[in-house]
C-alpha cells in the first residue's frame, strides 16, 4: 500500500511541523554519511551543495562534461515565487492555489503547499549567490507574469533564467568540490541501483571515457536525473536527456507515477524537415508580449503583413478572454492544434500559427516615446523605440529565432507550433521525496510530485531548486539518522557484483546484436508512434495499437541495432543505446497508463473525453488519484492507486475564461 | 527564405582517444538542406557511417539551443564557424553553399585534451570555477532578496558577463590558448554585484592562479576570442578582471 | 601578496611587459626630437652638442642605463611568455582565421618585438658605442671640443643597404607600437568607451605613423642628400 507519510496537521502547518520534528544527523556523524546523487542540474546540483554544505559525503554524477550542462541550463522564462513584490495579491496560498488548479487538480496539495512556502527562500538564496535576475531602475527584483496566473510573480534574466540559477548551484556546487565536501564524476552514466536488504545502498556507473563499470556504495541514493520528453525523440529537451537512471529504479521496484502526464509547449519553432534532430522553444514569457494568430481563412497563404486586422482571428483572446493568451500550456497547445487541424495554419507545413509582437512594440514604442518627451513620433520612430524595449526583454529569444529559420522577428511574426517539454510524471515520492524504494529519493522533473497533469510556467525551476536546497537537506536527515550506524559497505558485497554482472550483460548484448540500422533509427520510429498516438490527443484504439507497435519495435530493437566501435572506449552510440533500450520499455508503460486514465485532465487530453465545446473533461470520481505503476516483468505493471484528498483547494471544472 | 540543397566535402579531424595519432579524413556529404543545423549536417553524415558499417564522429553536444555550452568545433578555422555569436549547434547550413570544403577540428589547446575525435576535455574550466567562481554563502543563509539593491546598469553588465556558457571557444580562438575571457567573465559578474564584495580579492588572484596552474596562455588582447564568443562576452570584461588583480595583489593581506 | 608573487603570474609578468613597454614608448618621443636636429642646416651644431649631453649629463647616463634595463627585461618577460603561449597550443590548427577575428598588428608582437630587438643591437653597435668607445673627429664650438657624431652619422647613411635596414626596423617599430601601445592600457584595466578612442588615435597616428615615419625619415634625407 502506498504510504504517502503526509503530515497531520492544517495544509500551512505541515511542513513548519515536519520540520520541527523531523529526527537529526548530528554534525561529526555526517562526515561518517555517504549519499549519492545522480544528475547536476537544478535539483541534483542544489541538492549536492545544500547537502555538502551540511558536512555529508556526496558523490555527484552527471553523463556531460560537466556539471554546468545540465539542461536546467536551457529553461528560459524565469522562476516563481510568492513574493509579492509587485502588491498585486500574491500570497503561498495563491501560488499554492494556482498550481494545483494549473495542475488540473492532479497534484497532491501538500507537497505543493510546501513548495509555494519555500518559494521565497530560493529567490533569496539565488540573489545571495550572485545571480543576475533582471532589476528596475531602482535597484529591486523585476517580475513579470507567466501563463495560468494573473499575478506578476516570475523572477527572471533576461531569457536565459535557468542558466544563471543552474550556474548559481554549479558555483555552489564547485565550491562543496574544493572544499572536499562532493566529488564530482562527469562523464558517468548510472546503469543500476544497488539494492542491499531492502534499502538503496550504492549504484553501478559506467565511466563514459573509459568504458569502465564502477561501484559506488551511498547510504542513500539520490535521483535527479530529469524527465523523459525525449521518449518523443523530438522534444525541447537536449540530446543526452534521458530516463534511464529513472527506469533503473523503476525495474529495482521503484514505482512510476503518473508516466503518460507529458507537456506539450505551445510556442516552439516548428519543424522544418525530416533531418530534424530538436525542437526550440520560444519561451512562454513571450506570450506576455507577443499575441497569437492565425487566418480567419483557411489555407490562407498570403504573408502575414498583407493580412489585415480584421482577417485575423486573435484565438486565445476570443476563446478565454479573462487569460487570453496567458492561458496554460495545456489549453494553449490544445488551442493552436485545434486550429491547424481544421485547416488554418500558416506556413509551408500548414502546421504553425504566428505569434506576433507588433501590436505590443508599438504600444512599447509609444511609452518609450512619451518618457522622452517626443512629440509627434512618426510610426518609423515608434516602431524603433518599441524594438529596443522587445529587445532588452527577449533578445536572445529572437536572435536564436533568427538563427534557426533565417527570418527575422522583429519584422515578421514568428512561426510556432507546439512541441514536448516536460513530463509532469516520474518517480512516485511521498512527502519526504524517498521512492517506493526504501533510501532511494527522486528529485526535481525525475519525481511526479508537484505539477499535477499540467506544469505552470516558471514553476520547474521553482521545484528543482526547492527539492534540492530547501526540502532534502531536511527528509534526507530524517532517514539517515536512522543509519549511523550502518558503515560503508563493502564494494565486493555480492549485490554490487550481482547489479555490475546484470549492467555487464546488457552491456554485451547490445555490443553483440551487430544489426542493422542505427539506434537513432529506433528512436525516430518510436518518437512517431509516441507524438502521433499519445501526444497531445489520445484515444483508446491509437494507444492500443501504440502498444503492441511499440512491442514489435523493442523486439526489432534487440535483434537489429547496430552498434560501431567497443564498449570500453569512448562510444556515444552505446550510450544512446541504452538509453532508446530504456526508452523503449517507458514509453509502453506512458500508452499504458493513458490508457487506463478515461479521462482529461491538464495535457493528458482524451478525445473521449471532454466538454461540447472542446475542453478537457476531467472525471474526479474515477480518476482523482496518482496512478504509480510497479514494474512486474517486460510489459507487465501492476496498478497501485493514490488517491489525492483536496482540502484547501476543491476541484472545479477549470476555466480560463 | 530561400532553401536549397548542397553538395559539401568535409575535412574531420579524427582522433581513437587521448594518446592515439588523430589525422584528418575526407567525407563527400550530400543533399545538405540549407535549413539543417550544423550539427545535424553531422548526423546524417554519422547515420550514412554507421550504415557503411564505420565508427560515426564523436562531438560533444547536448541542448542544441546555443545554452549548454557542449558543442565545441572549429569550422574553417573559425570557433563554431563563420558565423557571430553563435555556436556550432545554432549555426545553421545556410552559411554554406554548394560545393564547400569544410574543415572541422576539434578545440586545440594543451589545457583541452582531445577525448576522441572532435571531443576535448574541458575539466580545466571546472577547476578554475572551484579555485573562486563562487559566492560563499550556505544554504538559508540569505537575507531578504530585496535588501540587496544592485543598481540596473550594474545588473545588467554582471548579467552580460554571467551569460557565459563556458564553450571554451575563447580558448580555441586565442593564438595563445588564453582563458582569460573565461576567467574574466565570472570574477566580472562577481565584482559588478554587491554580493562579490566580500571575496573579490581572494577570488580573482585564486581563479588566476588556477587558470596558469592549467597551462593555459596569457592575454595578448588580440581580441579574438571576443569576436568568437557565442555569447559575445565583451573585452571590457577582461580590464576588469586586470584591474581586479591589480587592486588586490597590492592591497591582499595573505 | 609578495611583489615576487603578484608579478610570477602571467598577469602580472604583463603588466611588467606593459608597464616596460609605455616607458619606452615615452623614450622614443625624446630620442626623436633630439635625432632631428641631424635635419638642421647647421652643420651638426645643434646635433654634436645634444649628443654630447646625452652622453655626459649623469642623470642621463643613469637613464640611459635603466633604459637598456628595461629594454632587456621587456624583451625577456615578452619571450617568456611567448614561448609559454606557444607552448599552450601543442598541436596547431590546420586552418587558422587569419585577420577574421583579430588584427595582423595584434599577432605579430613577438616577431616585430624581435626585428626591433635586432635593430637596436645594430643601431646600439652603429652609433651609441662609437660614440662611446669608437673614434670619433671632433669639432670646436664656442671653444669647446665635441665628437663628431653628426659627420659619422652622414657618412654611415650613405650606404643604401644600412637606410632600407634603418626603414625596416621603423616599419617593426610602427607595427610592434599599432597593438603595443593600446594593449598596454587594456592590461592596466583601462578600457573604456569614453577614452579608448583617444588611447587608439594615439596609438595608431602618434606611435604608428608620425613616430616611425620621423625616424625613418632620417636616413632617407641623409642618403638623398649624399647622392
Known sequence: MLNSKIPAGSLDKKWEDYKGHCKLVNPANKRNMEVIIVGTGLAGASAAAALGELGYKVKAFCFQDSPRRAHSIAAQGGINAAKNYQNDGDSVFRLFYDTVKGGDYRAREAN????????????????????????????????????????????YAAGQTGQQLLLGAYSALERQVALGNVTMYNRHEMLDIVVIDGKARGIIARNLITGKLERHFGHAVLLASGGYGNVFYLSTNAMGSNVTAAWKATRKGAFFGNPCFTQIHPTCIPVSGDHQSKLTL????????????????????????????????????????????????????????????????????????????????????????????????TPEEIRKLGKEVVAEKYGNLFDMYAKITGENPYEVPMRIYPAVHYTMGGLWVDY?????????????????????????????????????????????????????????????????????KNVQSTIDKLMSIKGTKSVDHFHKKLGKIMWDKC???????????????????????????????????????????????????????????????????????????????GEAQRDDEKFSYVAAWEYKGESQFELHKEALEFVECKPTQRSYK | MEHYTMNLTLKVWR??????????????????????????????????????????????????????????????????????????????????????????????????????????????????????????????????????????????????????????????????????????????????????????KSRALNMIAQMDKEGFGSCTNTGACEAECPKEISLTNIARLNREYIAAGLSYEK | MKWSQFFNTSIGKKLLVGATGLFLCSFVIVHLTGNLSLLKDDGGEAFNIY?????????????????????????????????????????????????????????????????LLIFILIHLKDFWYLMHY????????????????????????????????????????????????????????????????????????????????????IPVVIYFKSI
Not at chain 1, 440 to 467: K, V, W
Not at chain 2, 142 to 168: R, S
Open chain 1, 112 to 155: 505543493v503547499h510546501r513548495l509555494a512556502e519555500v518559494s521565497g527562500n530560493i529567490i533569496d538564496q539565488c540573489v545571495a549567490q550572485g545571480v543576475p535576475f533582471a532589476r528596475e531602475y531602482g535597484g529591486l527584483l523585476s517580475n513579470r507574469s507567466f501563463g495560468g496566473t494573473q499575478v506578476q510573480r516570475t523572477f
Open chain 1, 282 to 377: 520560444m519561451s512562454e514569457s513571450l506570450r506576455n508580449d507577443g499575441r497569437i494568430w492565425v487566418p480567419k481563412k483557411q489555407n490562407d497563404t498570403r504573408k502575414p503583413s498583407d493580412i489585415p486586422e480584421d482577417e485575423r482571428d486573435y484565438y486565445l483572446e476570443r476563446r478565454y478572454p479573462a487569460f487570453g493568451n496567458l492561458v496554460p500550456r495545456d489549453v494553449a497547445s490544445r488551442a493552436a492544434k485545434e486550429r491547424c487541424d481544421a485547416g488554418y495554419g500558416v506556413g509551408s507545413s500548414k502546421q504553425a500559427v504566428y505569434l506576433d509582437f507588433a501590436y505590443n512594440m508599438d504600444r512599447y514604442g509609444r511609452i518609450e516615446a512619451s518618457k522622452r518627451q517626443l512629440s509627434n513620433p
Open chain 1, 432 to 500: 519526504e521525496l524517498m521512492t517506493t524504494v526504501t533510501g532511494l529519493y527522486a528529485l526535481g522533473e525525475a519525481n511526479f510530485s508537484d505539477h499535477g497533469a499540467n506544469r505552470l510556467g516558471a514553476s520547474a525551476l521553482m521545484q528543482g531548486l526547492a527539492d534540492g536546497y530547501f526540502v532534502i537537506p531536511y527528509t534526507l536527515g530524517n532517514y539517515l539518522a536512522d543509519d549511523i550506524k550502518t558503515k560503508a559497505i563493502s564494494l565486493d558485497h555480492p549485490a554490487f557484483i550481482e547489479a555490475e
Open chain 1, 535 to 613: 501526444g497531445m490527443a489520445r484515444n483508446e484504439q491509437g494507444l492500443k495499437e501504440a502498444i503492441v507497435e511499440i512491442q514489435a519495435l523493442r523486439k526489432e530493437f534487440w535483434s537489429d541495432v547496430r552498434i560501431p566501435g567497443d564498449a570500453n572506449e569512448f562510444n556515444p552510440e552505446l550510450e544512446k543505446a541504452g538509453r532508446v533500450a530504456d526508452f523503449l520499455e517507458l514509453g509502453e508503460l506512458m500508452c499504458l497508463d493513458a490508457l487506463n486514465r478515461r479521462e482529461s485532465c491538464g495535457g493528458h487530453f482524451r478525445e473521449e473525453s471532454q466538454t461540447p465545446d
Open chain 2, 15 to 200: 582522433q581513437k582517444n587521448t594518446d592515439a595519432q588523430g589525422k584528418f579524413e575526407t567525407y563527400p556529404v550530400s543533399g545538405i538542406s540549407s535549413e539543417m543545423s550544423f550539427l545535424e549536417m553531422f548526423d546524417v553524415l554519422n547515420e550514412r557511417l554507421i550504415n557503411e558499417g564505420k565508427e560515426p564522429i564523436a562531438f560533444d553536444h547536448d541542448c542544441r539551443e546555443g545554452i549548454c555550452g557542449a558543442c565545441s568545433m572549429h569550422i574553417n578555422g573559425r570557433a563554431h564557424g563563420p558565423w557571430a555569436g553563435t555556436t556550432t549547434c545554432q549555426l545553421h547550413m545556410r552559411a554554406f553553399k554548394d560545393g564547400d570544403t569544410v574543415t572541422v577540428e576539434p578545440w586545440r589547446a594543451g589545457s583541452f585534451p582531445v577525448v576522441k575525435d572532435l571531443t576535448v576535455d574541458r575539466g580545466a574550466f571546472d577547476r578554475i570555477i572551484e579555485a573562486g567562481g563562487y559566492v560563499s554563502v550556505n544554504t538559508g543563509n540569505a537575507q531578504d532578496a530585496n535588501n540587496i539593491l544592485v543598481p540596473k546598469d550594474k545588473a545588467d553588465a554582471a548579467f552580460a558577463a554571467a551569460a557565459c556558457i563556458g564553450c571554451g571557444a575563447c580558448v580555441a580562438a586565442c593564438k595563445n590558448s588564453s582563458a582569460m575571457l573565461f576567467v574574466s567573465a565570472k570574477v566580472s559578474q562577481l565584482a559588478l554585484l554587491p554580493q562579490g564584495q566580500p571575496e573579490k
Open chain 3, 51 to 115: 649628443a654630447a649631453f646625452m652622453s655626459h649629463n649623469p642623470f642621463v647616463q643613469f637613464l640611459a642605463w635603466g633604459l637598456k634595463i628595461i629594454i632587456v627585461l621587456h624583451a625577456i618577460l615578452a619571450l617568456q611568455l611567448t614561448f609559454r603561449n606557444r607552448a599552450a597550443r601543442p598541436v596547431k590548427y590546420a586552418i587558422n582565421p587569419g585577420n577574421q577575428t583579430s588584427s595582423w598588428f595584434s599577432r605579430q608582437m613577438a616577431i616585430m618585438g624581435s626585428i
Open chain 3, 134 to 217: 669608437g673614434d670619433l673627429q671632433s669639432v670646436t664650438y664656442g671653444g669647446e671640443e665635441y665628437k663628431n657624431l653628426y659627420s659619422a652619422v652622414y657618412m654611415a647613411f650613405k650606404e643604401l643597404w644600412l637606410v632600407v635596414l634603418y626603414v625596416i626596423g621603423m616599419i617593426g617599430l610602427s607595427f610592434h607600437l599599432v597593438h603595443g601601445f593600446k594593449s598596454a592600457f587594456q592590461t592596466f584595466g583601462l578600457n573604456h568607451v569614453k577614452y579608448n578612442g583617444l588611447i587608439n588615435f594615439v596609438g595608431v597616428w602618434l606611435f604608428g605613423i608620425l613616430i616611425p615615419v620621423g625616424f625613418a625619415i
